[in-house]
């Protein structure tokens, strides 16, 4: 299985497990941050979350450009 194919299989089956809740709000990519991280982190208030934020890189995570784009626009706030 190629690794493209490795990851749409990965996506698909994560937006679709039942006992995960919603898709996420972020494109899962084969090298990204810490989905539990970044979750944990969109859970608090704006005025709460650490400030610069850091996230470990993990071997499936969050695409890292959509998470640092919507933390600088500010548009991550209802994510999660």
């Given at each position: 299985?190629?690794?493209?194919?490795?990851?749409r299989?990965?996506?698909?089956?994560?937006?679709?497990?039942?006992?995960?809740g919603?898709?996420?709000?972020?494109?899962?990519?084969?090298?990204?941050?810490?989905?539990?991280?970044?979750?944990?982190?969109?859970?608090?208030?704006?005025?709460?979350?650490?400030?610069?934020?850091?996230?470990d890189?993990?071997?499936?995570?969050?695409?890292?450009?959509?998470?640092?784009?919507?933390?600088?626009?500010?548009?991550?706030?209802?994510?999660?």
């Open positions: 299985m190629t690794e493209e194919r490795r990851t299989w990965w996506q698909r089956r994560s937006a679709t497990s039942p006992d995960e919603p898709a996420p709000a972020f494109d899962l990519v084969r090298r990204g941050y810490s989905r539990e991280q970044v979750d944990a982190h969109l859970a608090l208030p704006p005025e709460q979350r650490p400030r610069p934020a850091a996230f890189l993990v071997r499936i995570g969050y695409d890292r450009a959509q998470v640092d784009a919507a933390l600088r626009d500010g548009a991550a706030g209802s994510a999660g």
